[in-house]
């Protein structure tokens, strides 16, 4: 390449070649991978926080907290988002970081350290693979992936890059949920044949908005990114896009992943064999394409030992608590069990609500039920009589387990790896897809197809929208 960069696309692949590294072609721009940092004790972790309306902040708000840990860039495609969350930051007398709107601008500066995605979840594995590439770690939320097949690719990056990337089931480092889980290994419920994940939520219409203009300062092509590109409305942008099938992933992708990475944990699986879904969008007449309401079983045939059932479901209304969580109905009061707050209603966080969100497992000898929200908790019941059996209440940090692990370089003690993510994650898309298609889904683990139904693989794979691809070649 000779001369003046003719655009942007051959400015950045000229910055690469003069810096004399091997560049990898992708989407027509290129990153390096930068050599790994060693951090010493009291290094400066600095991190590039990518979506800043919702969640982000939440990750800003965590960096914060910790020690030698800088949000030292920021990025969103609403430029009023930005100054919004600048004077956020100003407020709470933190450095002001660069900022950006488009994150490939970001990925190349070489000082990042850490991306922190929390994008809508169509950006998620594009954003997640680009930051890998250009040798950061990374901490991305949940749904690591918007289908199946990108979800693969990241794992497969993070294994080649071999860096440090956690996945924002928060619930993989709340010490309750971690004591649970090892009680039920240890056999304090008898044999675990059956998890139930709960997602009860009070979620209403979002009612049609019409057309119009893109809103000034908001980059809409960057925005809509991989996913097709359609004319703008208000229940396409800042979170309703979670109800539409090329941004999002229902309720089951938005607040289920958690529930389902816990159901899925605790049961002890991986892939499942078959999968059924029925449901459908009840009650309201709105914009909204994913399900209200879903149902959704899988089945496992272990290689050793006896079968086990995983049952989904999510409530998007008016509903009853189950298993006490939500409730105060313990006689005893766990904090963990009263819920999450009602949107916008004022209500305190301790203070019951309607609803469930968490999961309950059953064995052999009885029960655990274990709400993993706002105060992570389980509780007991066992034998025939139903006797209270051990309970605890604890909380944890994913966000620093995740910096911990970036320091020390050491991927084994991280709580929520990548790897068991996209696992969860899979099990989201595979009831969507079966709900989609209306029928049962026979999926083989070993090779992470559906056997015989080329039209499941193929939603499961998903479309990109040029030049925003998800490599073939990691």
């Not at 495609?77 to 950006?100: G, H």
């Not at 794992?155 to 890059?161: D, F, N, Q």
């Not at 939520?201 to 057309?211: K, L, M, Q, S, Y």
């Not at 605790?266 to 999968?275: Q, T």
């Amino acid at each position: 390449m000779s001369g003046e960069p003719k655009n942007e696309t051959e400015r950045i692949t000229k910055v690469v070649l003069e810096r004399g590294a091997s560049a990898t072609a992708l989407t027509g721009i290129s990153f390096i991978t930068e050599p790994q940092r060693v951090f010493g004790a009291n290094d400066r972790v600095r991190i590039g926080v990518c979506g800043l309306r919702g969640q982000g902040f939440a990750h800003i708000e965590e960096y914060a907290r910790m020690p030698d840990v800088e949000t030292v860039a920021v990025c969103d495609v609403d430029e009023n988002i930005i100054k919004e969350r600048l004077a956020d930051m100003d407020l709470m007398s933190l450095p002001t970081p660069k900022t950006y709107t488009d994150v490939r601008k970001l990925l190349e500066d070489s000082s990042i350290d850490v991306i922190s995605i929390a994008t809508p979840n169509h950006w998620h594995a594009l954003i997640g693979i680009w930051a890998l590439q250009a040798g950061k770690d990374v901490y991305v939320e949940k749904p690591c992936c918007h289908n199946l097949w990108e979800g693969r690719q990241l794992v497969r990056a993070t294994k080649k890059y071999k860096r440090i990337v956690q996945h924002g089931t928060n619930n993989r480092s709340a010490g309750a949920v971690i004591e649970g889980i090892q009680k039920m290994r240890e056999g304090l419920i008898g044999e675990v044949y059956l998890a139930r994940g709960l997602c009860f939520n009070e979620r209403n219409t979002i009612g049609r908005a019409f057309v119009e203009a893109v809103p000034v300062g908001v980059n809409y092509d960057l925005w809509t990114g991989p996913s097709p590109l359609h004319s703008f409305t208000r229940n396409r942008f800042h979170y309703n896009w979670h109800w539409f099938w090329d941004t999002g992933n229902g309720d089951i992708g938005n607040q289920g992943i958690h529930q389902m990475d816990v159901a899925r944990w605790g049961l002890g699986v991986r892939f499942p064999n078959k999968v059924s879904a029925l449901g459908g969008h009840f009650m309201f007449d709105d914009d909204q394409e994913t399900p209200n309401t879903l149902n959704a079983a899988f089945e496992f045939n272990q290689p050793e030992g006896k079968p086990k059932l995983l049952e989904f479901e999510v409530r998007h209304w008016i509903t009853n608590q189950e298993a006490g969580i939500g409730s105060l109905g313990f006689g005893v009061a766990i904090p963990g069990f009263l819920g999450p707050p009602r949107r916008n209603s004022g209500r305190p966080h301790r203070e019951a609500v309607p609803g469930s969100v968490g999961d309950v497992f059953y064995g052999s000898k009885g029960y655990m039920a274990m709400s993993n929200e706002e105060f992570p908790s389980y509780r007991t019941w066992l034998g025939d009589d139903q006797e209270h059996g051990p309970t605890g209440s604890r909380e944890g940090n994913n966000w620093q387990n995740f910096i911990n692990c970036v320091r020390s370089r050491k991927q084994e003690e991280l709580n929520a790896p990548i790897e068991e993510g996209y696992i969860s994650c899979a099990f989201v898309h595979l009831a969507n897809a079966s709900y989609r298609l209306g029928r049962t889904l026979n999926f083989d683990p070993d090779a992470e197809q559906v056997i015989g139904d080329e039209e499941a693989n193929k939603l499961l794979r998903g479309t990109y929208r040029a030049p925003y691809v998800v490599p073939e070649e990691v």
